[in-house]
């Protein structure tokens, strides 16, 4: 062992101190050996800590909408034959719950985050009416915030049918690095139900949604909101390209089928346009059920003993 100088009185760590330079030690260098005197209990000096690691930049979290609010026409939602916010049970309202269980479930976990294109074939199948009834189920939940963007560049009509006043939307943000897309937002009185309009039309339109500032708009949306469901009313995707561009960015594409309208052939046409999405399922929309099948609605409305009540 090690000889060293008589050490004086005092605790271990003391009597080290006198034999030890602690500045040295920071600079690398090795401690020499202390001889302990038997009996006493031993102490090792501790080491200095090392450089605590840089605090990590917390994630972007999608901002707040912070416009005006506007009311949702609600007379007008029922004379379009539209789902009532906060209205009776349905036969409807059931059908649109099953389905956003169901978008719910295949949204979990995907690694394109909470985007739902709502698409068909051709115009006058339903699209814009499943989105909008859609968008107001989702919006009943309870831990949910839905934004419903009006991507018909070329024919929006979603503000409208909701009674609300569109101004600068999501073709304006994609066009003009100037205008924040956040700031195109329109907040309505349903509190988790937003909307985005479709902005001013473009002959580039499917050139913007494909290039790199889409993504990066979507991602300023959504990022850190696992909360926050978008939904994209698209054209047609067998009349207008920005349809088949959006199903890049897209989750889950819904595309709907009109019971009495679409043909196979243009079924088979439009789903082969979707092969960008992640997911692609078949939405019927105009169909009548058979006797005896779903009867939904009917419950809510009878007494406990199986009268209608009232």
């Given at each position: ?39 006493e ?7 200095p ?17 912070m ?12 004379e ?11 036969a ?9 269980r ?17 698409c ?47 101004g ?29 309009p479709?902005?001013q039309?473009?002959n ?18 959504t ?44 079924l ?6 979707l ?7 078949l ?9 005896g ?17 009232g």
């Amino acid at each position: 062992m090690n000889k060293h100088k008589s050490l004086s009185g005092g605790s271990l760590i003391e009597r080290a101190t006198e034999i030890y330079d602690f500045s040295a030690a920071l600079r690398g260098r090795a401690a020499p050996a202390v001889e302990v005197p038997e009996g006493e209990p031993v102490v090792e000096i501790a080491q200095p800590a090392p450089a605590a690691a840089e605090t990590p930049v917390p994630a972007h979290r999608a901002p707040d909408w912070m416009g005006p609010v506007q009311p949702i026409d609600r007379i007008a939602l029922v004379e379009a034959g539209y789902l009532l916010p906060d209205g009776p049970v349905t036969a409807m309202s059931e059908e649109f719950r099953l389905l956003k269980r169901d978008l719910l479930a295949e949204l979990a976990g995907n690694a394109r985050g909470n985007r739902v294109l709502v698409c068909s074939a051709h115009s006058g199948e339903g699209k814009s009416f499943c989105a909008i009834n859609l968008a107001l189920s989702l919006a009943a939940e309870k831990d949910r915030e839905i934004l419903l963007v009006d991507a018909d560049f070329g024919k929006p009509g979603i503000p409208q049918a909701l009674g609300l006043t569109a101004g600068p939307g999501l073709m304006d943000a994609l066009a003009d690095p100037a205008v924040a897309i956040e700031d195109c937002v329109l907040r309505t009185d349903i509190p988790s139900l937003s909307v985005l309009p479709a902005g001013q039309r473009s002959n580039n339109d499917t050139e913007y949604l494909a290039s790199a500032r889409t993504e990066m708009l979507l991602d300023r949306l959504t990022e850190g909101r696992p909360d926050r469901i978008v939904l994209f009313d698209s054209p047609p995707l067998l009349a207008a390209s920005p349809a088949a561009v959006l199903a890049g960015h897209a989750a889950l594409a819904l595309l709907v089928v009109r019971a009495d309208r679409t043909t196979e052939g243009a079924l088979r046409d439009a789903a082969g346009l979707l092969k960008g999405a992640s997911k692609v399922k078949l939405l019927l929309n105009g169909v009548n059920f058979a006797t005896g099948g779903r009867r939904f609605g009917g419950y809510y409305a009878q007494g406990h003993d199986g009268e209608h009540a009232g």
